[in-house]
């Protein structure tokens, strides 16, 4: 199926003649990572004081960049998890500035391993070992352990979400939301909106890739929750969340059906669905009305949830 652009908000347009969509599979991911890596970043939007920590654990260090907009004690603390389809991203992640800027509190942004190289449980591991320490060492970070999210976008959404999970049946440490901007977590993409094919930024054939490198294989229905929480059968019990997907987005229809799980799973939940939004499309063009309503729109949700 091929997707109407007519149907893409037309502020949102312009950004896809420039941001060709990605074609990544195992062949050229070490390519594209350079590729990235070699163009120049932009300065940050906020100023904020960052610093790095590393956590031990098992499988070796864990790094976390902590951002905070000051030094007061009993900040709230949102867990973040970088997007990038499972494969790319790092913890230096602009969005983590931002909220910890526009919501004076800590983010612990986290530097999770990637596939194919370490796929799953490898990443979620390392984010489970850096909720751990973030609870374990709030006093020390100067933080309030009863006014703690978790959240992410895009991969990092659906990392949150499989962490969301993970957490309920290990430790289960009080949360008091989690924050999903377009989570990828599904691996099948069997709804109407997976079906098309031309998706701008993140396509049908590249999630599949990134899907197929994560899981190192196809494992179908019989992947795991925590890899994909579109696979979970039992939502309850789960922090309170907020959903939200562009109407154009290859996840819309995933999302939108995991959302309704939550809900009938008497979760609290927000839903918002951005008409003419793409994947990612807030992020290369934040000056967009659609844009910037997406971003007042989780920036109250989150902010609600840490009061």
């Known amino acids: 199926m ?34 990235l890596a070699a163009q120049p970043k932009p300065p940050s939007t906020v100023s904020v004081l960052g610093e790095t920590h590393s956590i031990p654990t098992p499988d070796g260090a864990v790094t976390v960049q902590v951002y905070r907009k000051s030094d ?35 983010v612990c942004s986290v530097d ?21 320490w973030l609870f374990t060492e709030a006093d020390a970070l100067g933080i309030d352990a009863s006014r703690v999210a978790i959240g992410g976008a895009s991969a990092g959404g659906g990392m949150a979400a499989g962490l969301a999970l993970m957490n309920r049946d290990k430790a289960n440490h009080t949360l008091v939301f989690q924050l999903l901007i377009y989570p990828m977590i599904d691996n099948l993409h069997a709804t109407e909106s997976g079906r098309y094919e031309n998706h701008p930024i993140w396509n049908q054939g590249t999630s599949f890739n990134a899907w197929e490198m994560y899981l190192d294989g196809t494992p179908g229905e019989q992947a795991s929750p925590y890899a994909a929480a579109a696979r979970a059968t039992d939502l309850t019990g789960l922090p309170p969340a907020y959903i939200c997907v562009g109407s154009e987005d290859l996840f819309r229809d995933e999302d939108l059906e995991y959302a309704r799980a939550l809900v009938a799973a008497n979760v609290p939940t ?8 793409y994947h990612g499309g807030e992020g290369f063009v934040p000056q967009a009305a659609v844009s910037k309503r997406l971003t007042r729109s989780f920036m109250a949700a989150l902010g609600d949830a840490l009061r």
Not at 77 to 103: F, K, M, N, P
Not at 270 to 277: K, Q, R, S, T, Y
Request: hydrophobic share 40%; with cysteine.
């Open 2 to 35: 091929i997707l109407d652009y007519n149907k893409i908000d037309p502020e949102l347009l312009a950004a896809i003649r420039e941001l060709p969509a990605l074609n990544i599979n195992r062949d050229n991911i070490a390519r594209i990572r350079q590729t």
């Open 72 to 106: 007061r004690k009993g900040q709230p603390a949102v867990l973040w998890i970088h997007g990038g389809g499972y494969i790319l991203g790092s913890a230096e992640d602009e969005r983590a500035r931002v909220i910890a800027a526009t919501l004076d509190c800590t």
């Open 112 to 132: 999770y391993r990637l596939a194919p190289e370490h796929p799953f449980p490898a990443g979620s591991n390392d984010c489970y070992a850096a909720l751990e």
């Open 270 to 277: 927000e839903i918002a669905v951005f008409p003419g939004m």
